[in-house]
């Protein structure tokens, strides 16, 4: 040991601790009395002062080692110590000197081991309790110690001190008990001396000589020494005589024989290796206990007493040692002590010493080593007089059944009541199994001890048969794990190369004799550990002789056990079921041991599997029972808590009972093949033996078939040897009559076929897994198609969706059969099926789909399109659909995905075996398409061009072919003529049921209500799905054989649906049409378009013919398609198409209504609605693209201004109503009540007045946005049909329409004119007189409108031809005033003019607008003009309010005539001008047969026409200089030389019309001066007016200078005249006056004051001009 370590420290603190006490405990010692009278008070002193002294040696050591030297002074202290006379210092001495043994503080052994023995003799008198025990621990320690004694006196010595603690004299009983323990000890440790091994090899090596082994030899020849003596000595003092070796007296033989057991237990070895030893074993040891147990059976046989009872118990468990460890080196020897021992059994003996005997008796039967032993020596021997075994075990079964004796019911009613006292002895601690018995126990509790015991060992001699058996035959038991409780022993020697026969026939031979009491008690017995015990000994003892395959005896324990479990008490214990049952814990714990046992002999029951399976059945039938469940509504006191309390039983056992039951089957898996058939045999058996009695509930008791399902999922592994038996079963079930087993054999096979293939762990390379899958899913198909039961077939498609759901991943081969099942159910067409099949393969679809192979997937989709096909549910075929169409976006979505890993560019093309599935899927669709349900073909029409569309772009030409010329375009040719052939008549609604006794019926729609409207929705869907598709793929489709004769076909429909008369099928036409047409994503051929153009000819030809039959919604559409397809692609029409465009507009606005319309319940207010949204439409029209079709489209929309509908709808009233046109309908009643239904006779009324209006509001917008030219050139056909609209103006007054045109008129010619001049101006001259004539159309169509609406005539024909429309360089005809007045020009007097002083008057502004007052109040007073009479109310009414519009109107348009025309007329001819000249003229005196009666103003206009020629006469100029480069002086210049040309050829005119008023209202007033009639007021006014126009007006010289002859003096004398400087400065003059001047002097002699005055100023401004002053008073 290290110095200073741990250990060394913990030893020296313990010493110092003890020392330190010794050194106290010697100095208390020391008293006064002591000092006085003794003699050893030094003594104690020094014991004081040694042990102190050591004290200060322990704190000062570092190591053993200086301990060990100085040992002499350590022991010191202890020696005085143990020489006082102080028992407690000899005890802490003692103490002390075991702590030094037992730290190795003596070095020397043999010295030491002397000086210790020594101490121990010195001390061995002392009388005192705790010295005695120091003594014997010491003596132990001592002989466990290094330094034990080694020759065989020190042994002797030690032993002998040992020995004499064992005697009573003097001691108590503590003493003498640690003195007994410690004695055993020491001579098991004495016996431990002897190296057995090497004294075997020393008796192998006698004879030679080895020097090297000397020492050994010489120790291990003490110690044997010693041993021999010493068991000489035990043998000797066991039978009385006393001990040689030993220094003892006598002991008691009890002590001697117990000290003999005790070395024959703890050193086998010795006792079998060693001659001497095994020489007095089996001579004097087994001599001496025979005969000792000889006499005590003796004396007890002669006295009955138990004075002897305690060498007697040790005589036995010497005999019980011999016989457990050593009954090989016995042999024949055992069956003496055997049958002595059975002697003491017999029933002459007292009853405690046959419960000792038993309990020997049973400790010898629960060892397996000796019970095969003495079965193989004596029993089973050839030469054999006595069979030990058998009659050991007889010994302890009769005795075990004498408990029942007495008890005639024991066997049949239950429970006795000895067997209860039995079984509560039996787990008490009164009676121990161990030959530990009290002789002084009651008498009555020894005979149920006795039997107690005997039952004990019954268990432990059938668990040691066990034991051997499972040893035999290489099993693991675990009752070798029970081996391990305190009422069981391991087995004393190893049980090697047991023979199996002798097995067998040991088992053969006492199977009987214990399994017949062992089953009577367990039938008597109430306790429920004993129970338990008991069956568990039955359990393993069954299962060892099923093991050995021994058959009948294996039957007849389970026949024992299932009795037992299925036995009753009564019927006052609640008996159920049909049995007559009762679940008690006894029938719980038979039947769990009934289980183990099944499942431990699983392979080795064979045909008695049917008692199992049997006793199972009933059982299931208890279970199911409902009072063993408690339902939720149940109160606590009701009648099942009460059945539950006479069944004892506790549900927790219960639910244990079926987990076990469970376990049984689930544990099957690990049986063998022919054990699992056997199994399954008896449940066939079972199930059809009990099937009647199992239809007699409502729910048949199945158990027996659902326990072969458990079987079957519990062996998936190896299911091809047992489906043949389970699938038989389930026919032979599914063939019964009763619906409830056909039910339940289904779902039993249901769940067998899911549970296999979820338990299937087997790769799916393998060919097994395939094999499989196909052998478990062809019994479904084949039970479906042999059974024609519905419940049948519904029951195999349920659970096809269950394998489906659960196993649909791991399928492989077994798809074909799947797939078959499916498709037979299509096939059969029944309504109770097809559901569930479609469930099937929406499952299918939805899951698995993605994962299949190409070839699957084309077998699904088979199977898909026999679903699709059926017409036993709608919704199924719904279902399919969208199921294929799933299918195909999962190939694109896989497809791309392989795309993506290939990094193509672009979209990735189908493979072909892609491809071959499409072709299935469009071939499914189309046939589904062609169905009779309009549900279903319209379903699966749109889901074919859904697919179509969606993967178009990555089928190949031959595919798209396939598809095109295969499946769409047929169906859409069989869609459409179904459609045309189709019944019209309303079909009868489909029979719902009945309410209350009446038929209730489906509601459908009007829309939907005839067989012809379904199929129309049919082609809607397909003209749809086509334009879709077209629109997506033109690219690929045009470049296929034979698209342009389709494209064409598709037209054709096109057209067959526009002119159809069925608004859906036309609505969806020119959707088509729209969508391939209308937009620019579709790059269609100039074929292509034109063929759609046609197509729309067609359609639109059809809408506005006379006999339309085209619905009003149809017609609306066509009309904005129409516009759409121009406005999106106005570059695709060229001039043609345009116009035709064009002309189908006009149509629809001519042509608004059909016979259809006559039915519209709601009637439309204002124009059609067609009429509505083709002028909509129109006004989008505008050719953007192409300005050269502005003229057409503005002359297409001018056309619609036709006022000859009005005009012929108000005829139409007239007559109806009585009235003439003139009082026709007011324009807001055209507009706002209800048109008229249309009839054959309404398309000449179209254009209606509302109508009319609305397009000139939008014309006036066009116009003004249209192109200069093309304003040029539409200028007259549009003044031309406003002329026409404003002359109703005098034919419909009334009517508004005449006012919107005059308006529109006015606001359309200031840039009308502007845009013709302008464009004339382009030309210098006409290249032809075509072209001319259509320069001059537009002034002579201006003329003509102005004059039908100021005048309501036309002007005179424009000419044929014009030498030139340009303004004339030269000055125009003269017009001679005394030529038109019949006189000559030379006889015109000069009349010098003197200016009046009280009338000078300045000449009025350059232009008067008409439609200001041309004279106020004030002026008219001043110049003797009466104004227009009022009738002096101050609230104008309506009328008065509209005429004073319709007077503004005329004054706005004479206006515009003078203002806008005549001032921009520089481009027009001649003739054109005068004509427009004309008009003034004309009105100033307008016809009487035009005027509109009522109307107060018409006599002001002539007034107003009068200062509209002075005017025009006034505008001329003399400024003709030209600045180059100047454009504003050009543009004067133009406008001056137009103006001058414009008043010269006005003034002529306006000369004339004066001159002819002047003289006619001169001859009025003479003949009024005569008296024959007054002068007329308006005569007057004009005069009035005439004269002040006259007297303001002045003129350009140029302007005159135009009409003067060049040879006349008048010329000569009016250049002179324009010299004088005053005029010179003026500019103008005056010189029309020198033309009026012998008119003017007529009006001299007027009697009217202001006529003469006015007169006079005239006169006297002519002769200013003249240079001529005359006085005021001259005239």
Not at 69 to 78: A, F
Not at 225 to 242: F, N, T
Not at 845 to 862: H, R
């Amino acid at each position: 040991m290290a110095a200073g370590g741990a250990p060394h420290q913990t030893t020296t603190s313990s010493l110092e601790s003890e020392f330190r006490q010794l050194a106290v405990s010697a100095r208390k010692s020391e008293s006064f009395v002591t000092q006085i009278f003794s003699s050893g008070s030094g003594a104690q002193n020094e014991i004081k002062e040694s042990a102190e002294r050591v004290l200060v040696m322990l704190r000062n050591s570092s190591s053993l080692e200086e301990l060990q030297t100085r040992k002499d002074e350590v022991v010191k202290p202890l020696q005085l110590a143990c020489e006082s006379a102080s028992p407690k210092l000899i005890a802490l001495s003692l103490s002390i000197l075991q702590k030094l043994i037992s730290c190795d503080v003596f070095g020397n052994k043999k010295e030491d081991c002397q000086f210790v023995m020594s101490v121990l003799a010195g001390v061995e008198k002392v009388n005192d309790e705790a010295v005695q025990l120091k003594i014997l621990q010491t003596s132990l320690i001592l002989l466990q110690s290094p330094i034990h004694p080694t020759n065989a006196d020190s042994i002797c010595s030690l032993l002998s001190l040992c020995f004499r603690s064992m005697i009573p004299k003097g001691r108590n009983t503590q003493v003498m008990s640690t003195a007994a323990a410690t004695v055993r000890q020491a001579v098991a440790i004495i016996f431990s001396y002897v190296d057995v091994s090497k004294e075997v090899e020393r008796l192998n090596r006698q004879g030679e000589d080895n020097s090297n082994d000397s020492e050994v030899e010489d120790e291990s020849g003490e110690a044997l020494k010693a041993c021999q003596r010493l068991l000489e000595d035990l043998i000797a003092l066991s039978s009385g005589s006393p001990a040689r070796w030993i220094k003892t007296p006598s002991l008691p033989r009890t002590s001697s024989l117990e000290i003999l057991d005790f070395a024959l237990l703890s050193s086998p070895e010795l006792f079998k290796a060693l001659p001497e030893f095994e020489s007095s074993l089996s001579l004097r040891i087994i001599q001496l206990l025979q005969s000792q147990l000889q006499d005590y059976l003796d004396a007890v046989t002669n006295s009955g007493g138990t004075q002897n009872f305690h060498p007697f118990k040790a005589v036995l468990r010497c005999i019980r040692t011999l016989l457990l460890l050593y009954h090989e080196r016995l042999g024949a020897r055992c069956r003496g002590l055997v049958m002595i021992l059975l002697k003491g059994a017999q029933s002459s003996m007292s009853m405690i010493h046959k419960v000792t005997i038993c309990q020997i008796i049973r400790q010898l039967l629960g060892d397996p080593s000796l019970v095969l032993f003495l079965y193989a020596t004596f029993d089973s021997s050839q030469d054999k007089q006595t069979d030990i075994l058998i009659a050991m075990v007889n010994v302890v079964t009769d005795i075990a059944e004498s408990g029942l004796e007495g008890d005639a019911e024991a066997y049949t009613n239950g429970p006795s009541p000895r067997m209860d006292a039995v079984s509560q002895v039996y787990f008490s601690r009164e009676v121990a199994f161990d030959v530990d018995i009290d002789p002084s126990m009651p008498a009555s509790l020894q005979k149920t001890a006795c039997i107690v015991i005997s039952m004990n060992a019954v268990l432990r001699c059938m668990q040691s048969m066990s034991m051997i058996t499972y040893h035999c035959l290489g099993l693991p038991t675990e009752v070798e794990e029970q081996a391990t409780s305190p009422r069981f022993h391991k087995p004393s020697l190893p049980l090697n190369n047991v023979d199996v026969e002798v097995c067998k026939g040991m088992m053969v031979a006492f199977w009987e004799p214990i399994l017949s009491p062992v089953t009577n008690i367990l039938r008597s017995c109430s306790h429920e550990k004993l129970e338990m015990e008991l069956l568990h000994s039955v359990q393993i003892f069954t299962e060892a002789i099923g093991k050995l395959h021994l058959r009948d005896p294996m039957a007849a324990c389970l026949d024992s056990l299932c009795r037992i479990a299925l036995s009753g008490t009564g019927e006052e214990q609640g008996e159920i079921g049909e049995d007559k049952l009762v679940l008690r814990s006894k029938n719980v714990q038979a039947m769990k041991t009934i289980f183990r046992i099944a499942k431990g002999l699983a392979n080795d029951l064979g045909p008695a599997w049917r008692m199992v399976l049997e006793a199972m059945y009933s059982l299931d039938n208890i279970l199911m029972d409902p009072k063993l469940v408690r339902k939720p509504g149940d109160k606590e006191g009701s009648v099942d808590d009460l059945v539950m309390s006479e069944w004892s039983v506790d549900m927790g056992d219960v639910e244990d009972l079926r987990t076990v039951m469970q376990e049984l089957f689930i544990s099957t898996r690990d049986m063998s093949s022919e054990g699992v058939v056997a199994l399954l045999g008896g449940l066939q058996s079972v199930s059809m033996h009990h099937l009647p009695q199992a239809e007699q509930v409502s729910q048949p008791k199945m158990s027996a078939l659902n326990r072969m399902v458990d079987v079957l999922l519990a062996n998936s592994f190896r299911v091809y040897d047992l489906w043949g038996i389970f699938l038989s079963h389930v026919l032979e079930l599914v063939a019964d009559s009763k619906a409830s087993i056909r039910e339940a054999a289904v779902e039993a096979l249901g769940r067998a076929i899911t549970g296999t293939l979820t338990n299937l762990n087997v790769s799916v390379e393998e060919e097994s897994t395939g094999g499989l899958e196909h052998m478990l899913l062809v019994a479904l198909e084949a039970l479906h198609n042999d059974d024609k039961e519905v419940d049948v077939q519904v029951g195999v498609l349920k659970v096809l969706a269950q394998v489906l759901q659960r196993n649909g991943e791991r399928l492989t081969d077994g798809w074909t059969p799947v797939f078959r099942l499916l498709a037979a159910v299509a096939e059969n067409n029944s309504p109770d099926t097809v559901p569930l099949g479609c469930e099937s393969l929406q499952i299918i679809y939805n899951n698995f789909m993605d994962k299949m192979s190409l070839k699957k997937i084309q077998k699904c989709l088979e199977v898909a399109e026999l679903y699709g096909k059926q017409q036993a549910d709608i919704n199924v075929s719904l279902t399919v659909i969208s199921l294929l169409w799933n299918v195909g976006d999962m190939l694109g979505t896989r497809s791309a995905e392989e795309g993506q890993a290939q990094e193509d560019a672009g979209p990735v093309r189908y493979t072909d075996e892609v491809e071959v599935l499409f072709e299935v899927i469009y071939n499914a669709l189309f046939n589904i398409s062609r169905d009779s349900r309009p549900e279903v073909r319209n379903s699966g029409a749109r889901t074919l061009f859904a697919v179509a569309t969606a993967h178009g772009n990555r089928l190949s030409v031959h595919l798209w072919k396939e598809v095109l010329w295969e499946n769409l375009f047929p169906l859409l040719r069989y869609a459409f003529h179904m459609s045309v052939t189709s019944s019209k008549e309303e079909a009868e609604a489909a029979l719902l049921g009945k309410s209350k006794g009446e038929q209730v019926r489906l509601v459908v729609h009007h829309s939907r209500n005839t067989e012809q409207k379904q199929w129309d929705e049919t082609v809607v869907v397909c003209l749809a799905g086509m334009t879709r598709l077209i629109r997506s793929h033109l690219g690929i489709m045009s470049q296929l054989e034979g698209f342009e004769e389709g494209w064409s076909e598709l037209m054709v429909v096109v057209e067959s649906s526009l002119a159809g008369g069925r608004k859906e099928v036309a609505l969806a036409a020119m959707n088509l049409i729209s969508g391939l047409m209308g937009t620019t994503r579709v790059d269609i051929n100039n074929l292509m378009w034109q063929r759609g153009i046609r197509a729309l000819d067609v359609g639109v030809v059809a809408a506005t013919s006379s006999g339309c039959q085209v619905p009003l919604g149809a017609r609306t559409e066509l009309v904005n398609v129409i516009g759409a397809l121009y406005e999106g692609n106005r570059q695709r029409f060229d001039r043609t198409s345009s116009l035709e465009v064009y002309k189908w507009i006009e149509s629809f606005c001519r042509n608004p209504w059909s016979e259809d319309d006559a039915g519209n319940p709601v009637q439309p207010v204002g124009m059609p609605p067609v009429q509505k949204t083709a002028l909509n439409v129109l006004l989008k029209l505008q050719p953007t693209h192409d300005e050269t079709l502005w003229p057409d489209y503005l002359e297409t929309v001018a056309k619609l201004l036709d006022p000859e509908h009005a005009i012929a709808l108000m005829d139409s009233q007239a007559a109806t109503s009585g009235v003439k046109h003139s009082g026709a309908m007011e324009h807001d009643k055209a507009t706002s009540e209800p048109l008229p239904p249309p009839s054959s006779a309404q398309y000449r009324f179209a254009l209606n007045a509302a109508f009319v209006e609305r397009v000139m509001e939008q014309l006036t917008i066009l116009f003004e946005q249209a192109p200069l030219h093309a304003r040029a050139a539409a200028f007259p056909g549009v003044v031309d049909v406003l002329g026409r609209c404003m002359e109703l103006k005098f034919t419909a007054y009334e009517q508004t329409l005449w006012r919107t045109a005059a308006n529109v008129f006015l606001r359309l010619v200031p840039v009308g004119v502007t845009a013709v001049d302008a464009v004339n101006r382009r030309k210098e001259r006409a290249e032809d007189e075509n072209e001319m004539r259509v320069r001059d159309r537009a002034w002579f169509s201006l003329s003509n409108a102005l004059s039908k609406f100021l005048l309501g005539s036309h002007t005179q024909p424009a000419p044929e031809f014009e030498t030139d429309s340009r303004i004339p360089t030269t000055p125009g005809p003269f017009l001679d005033p005394s030529k038109e007045s019949g006189e000559d020009a030379d006889s015109i007097p000069v009349i010098p003019y003197v200016s009046s002083t009280k009338s000078k008057r300045k000449g009025r502004l350059f232009s008067l607008r008409a439609h200001q007052d041309p004279a106020s109040p004030h002026d008219a007073q001043e110049h003797n003009v009466l104004p227009p009479e009022s009738n002096g109310s101050a609230e104008k009414t309506a009328n008065e309010a509209r005429d004073k519009e319709d007077y503004d109107l005329d004054l706005k348009m004479v206006d515009c005539l003078t203002d806008d025309i005549l001032t921009a007329c520089g481009t027009a001819s001649q003739p054109a001008i005068d004509g427009l000249i004309q008009i003034i003229e004309q009105g100033i005196k307008p016809p009487k047969d035009k005027q509109i009666q009522g109307l107060s103003n018409q006599a002001n206009f002539g007034l107003i026409c009068i200062r509209k020629m002075y005017v025009l006469c006034s505008r001329g100029s003399n400024n003709s200089k030209q600045r180059v480069g100047d454009e504003d002086q050009m543009l004067y210049e133009e406008v001056s030389r137009v103006r001058n040309h414009v008043a010269t050829c006005a003034l002529p005119r306006f000369l004339k019309q004066c001159h002819e008023t002047i003289l006619e209202f001169s001859e009025e007033s003479q003949y009024s001066h005569l008296g024959d009639r007054p002068v007329e007021r308006p005569k007057l006014e004009e005069i009035i007016c005439i004269l002040e126009v006259l007297a303001t007006m002045t003129l350009a010289p140029g302007v005159v200078d135009a009409i003067l002859p060049p040879d006349d003096p008048m010329t000569e004398y009016i250049k002179l005249m324009r010299k004088r400087p005053d005029v010179v400065s003026r500019g103008k003059e005056r010189t029309h006056l020198l033309f009026l001047y012998d008119s003017l002097c007529s009006l001299i002699t007027c009697r009217d004051g202001r006529v003469r005055e006015m007169v006079r100023d005239v006169m006297g401004l002519a002769g200013a001009d003249l240079g001529i002053s005359l006085n005021a008073g001259v005239l």
